[in-house]
């Protein structure tokens, strides 16, 4: 069943401080058009310059994920991402007046809460996705993370934490509904450790911190220093350790929120490769450098995906006409009958299915020791799906018949051999007039296309 883009109906804003720069900054969300995506635009800088949410433009992980293009940055993209992707929208324009969005409460709610009062509007184009074929995994070598993508039929997210520390431990979170995301996911707070902490202090980083919009886990003894370096820090009077070993007494969300905030950086992150996915991941001990790594490797496949322009079928959908409905559109019969069903059908397109068994009687000759299907059984089992696409539209289609009067541009591309299941797609390429069809075909075994060719026939009545 096809989804449909979807964009922000207003447009709303916030404002707030950035977690490192420490500046105020002004963000609003816009509205987009179809296959626009997400657009983050520098509104305090001449030109108003542009950054896309792409992976490709990931400059440094260090503490967040920063886009550059062209000198221009975007700091800490990733929870705006992720409130964007987990409130399924696909295009939207993020305009800043500094380099960072506002850290809020370090979560994605208000973000969440944001899109909710703009209101969500569906647009007419499809939604593409990206469904994962084969299992693919990025590992960190350095850290021992990792992040796995596994087929699946939705796009679900498993994180797995564990820094070596008591005041943590080990954590884990799923989603397994990207439609739960708010309510499940969207208030987890970032979290640091407090050697971290001291140490981003020292380096002048987090300068919009406070205790508002990061849990910090207690993992060494404070000392007095440390407790004056800290009250200074976040402006205030007491510094103290909770029994949970959570500085100055914040209340979780969540048991396991670090994990679900990890969990949501994933989201951020892989919101980066451009387009929905249909995989099940699974992210072990995760951070904004594997998560984008592997974004990055998942980009590559995708575009080679496209180059390879490879439609995506379910095999496994109840056909639109099994082999008997196809019999009864179709004169032709075993062993001259080339397809096993339809699996779609529109006015202009339909998708068939061959399943190749070595019992096709052509093998017996061609060839006895290296079975080979024949290109031009290819090309007829193609024709006799474009003659599904016309037979299905007449009244009585059992009258009719279509007969090849041109083949044109035929291409073989690789060879079909006993096991392959094919899948052809025959689309119009005008409009079918006095019974004469011009069809443009392709033939796929995996996700490779194997020939194609297009085909003019004439629809004619039977005689009586």
């Known amino acids: 069943m096809s989804e449909f883009q979807k964009t922000l109906k207003s447009e709303i ?80 324009i993020i305009e800043l007046d500094n ?7 370090g979560s994605s709610k208000y973000f969440v809460e944001a899109i909710e009062k703009a209101g969500i509007q569906q647009q007419e184009a499809e939604r593409e996705c990206f469904a994962i074929k084969d299992i693919i995994t990025y590992t960190d070598p350095e850290t021992g993370a990792e992040i796995t993508a596994i087929p699946h039929d939705k796009y679900e997210v498993t994180t797995l934490v564990d820094f070596g520390t008591k005041v943590l431990g080990t954590q884990n979170a799923t989603l397994k509904d990207l439609n739960n995301f708010k309510d499940e996911i969207a208030s987890s707070r970032t979290f640091s450790f407090l050697h971290e902490l001291e140490m981003l202090l020292d ?12 849990i910090v886990y207690v993992d060494k003894e404070i000392n007095e220093e440390t407790t ?22 914040l ?5 396991n929120e670090a994990a679900r905030h990890k969990l949501l950086d994933v989201i951020g992150d892989l919101t980066l490769i451009g387009v929905r996915l249909r995989a099940k991941i699974i992210a072990t001990k995760p951070g904004h450098h594997v998560n984008t790594q592997f974004a990055k490797k998942i980009n590559r496949l995708y575009k080679l995906h496209k180059r390879k322009n490879v439609p995506e079928f379910d095999l496994k959908a109840e056909p639109i006409y099994d082999i008997n409905g196809v019999m009864n559109l179709l004169p032709h019969r075993p062993p001259f009958l080339m397809i096993d069903k339809i699996i779609e059908l529109s006015d202009k397109h339909v998708v068939g299915v061959k399943n190749v068994s070595m019992n096709e009687p052509y093998f017996v000759g061609h060839f006895p020791q290296e079975p080979v299907m024949p290109g031009v059984l290819q090309i007829e089992a193609m024709a006799q799906v474009g003659g599904i696409l016309v037979l299905s539209q007449q009244d009585n289609p059992e009258n009719f018949s279509t007969y090849f009067m041109k083949i044109d541009k035929v291409k073989f591309k690789k060879k079909v051999v ?45 005689k009586e």
């Open 228 to 249: 004056q370096k800290l009250k200074q820090a976040f402006n205030k009077d007491d510094i103290s350790v909770q029994p949970n070993g959570i500085l100055n007494n």
């Open 99 to 105: 380099a960072e969005p506002p850290i809020l409460d």
């Open 418 to 462: 006993p096991g392959d299941t094919i899948v052809f797609k025959v689309e119009l390429i005008e409009p079918i007039r006095r019974g004469i069809v011009h069809m443009q075909g392709y033939a796929y075994v995996n996700d490779t296309i194997v020939s194609e060719g297009t085909m003019m026939a004439q629809v004619a009545r039977n």
């Open 251 to 255: 209340e979780l969300e969540h048991p």
């Open 13 to 92: 804003n916030l404002n707030g401080i950035g977690l490192h720069t420490g500046k105020q900054v002004n963000l609003t969300l816009k509205p987009a058009e179809e296959n626009t995506g997400f657009v983050f635009v520098r509104k305090d800088l001449e030109g108003n310059p542009t950054i896309e949410a792409d992976v490709n433009f990931v400059t440094t992980t260090e503490r967040g994920t920063t886009l550059e293009k062209k000198g221009v940055k975007i700091h800490t993209c990733e929870h705006i991402l992720a409130a964007l992707t987990g409130m399924d929208l696909d295009n939207a």
């Open 203 to 214: 380096a002048g980083l987090i300068k919009g911190g406070d205790l508002s919009n990061a």
